[in-house]
Nanobody, 127 residues
Framework: QVQVVESGGGSVQPGGSLRLSCAVS????????IGWFRQAPGTEREREGV??????????DYIDSVKGRFAISRDSATNTVYLQMTDLKAEDTAAYFC??????????????????WGQGTQVTVSS
């Protein structure tokens, strides 16, 4: 019933921009935290938390390496969360995943605190 679908990935040059979308169906996001995570190609380590948002109070958080460059936002009318990515760097190359946490949970950049995951969208930054 619950579906999380990411889109918007692609290939860009360093300094470029992308906007990722996360469309959620099956439940309303009003009472959930939602996060963006990433995993570099060829790695099996735990996904790195990039950004999150608590949809009840609007609190957000970002990993240090993307602060000032990425911005998370929500469109409540379409139940969609966005990750605006600017000044992209080669080290941002990864598969990006959207995930939804448990009801009334706070914003946290910890993958194991999220329950429903999308399949990922690839972001490649290269010259």
């Amino acid at each position: 019933q619950v579906q999380v679908v990411e889109s918007g990935g692609g290939s860009v040059q360093p300094g470029g921009s992308l906007r990722l979308s996360c469309a959620v169906s099956g439940f309303n996001l009003d009472y959930y935290a939602i996060g963006w995570f990433r995993q570099a190609p060829g790695t099996e380590r735990e996904r790195e938390g990039v950004s999150c948002m608590n949809n009840e109070d609007g609190n957000t958080d970002y990993i240090d390496s993307v602060k000032g460059r990425f911005a998370i936002s929500r469109d409540s009318a379409t139940n969609t969360v966005y990750l605006q990515m600017t000044d992209l760097k080669a080290e941002d190359t990864a598969a990006y995943f959207c995930a939804v946490g448990l009801p009334f949970s706070p914003c946290a950049l910890i993958a194991k605190r999220y329950d429903a995951w999308g399949q990922g969208t690839q972001v490649t930054v290269s010259s």
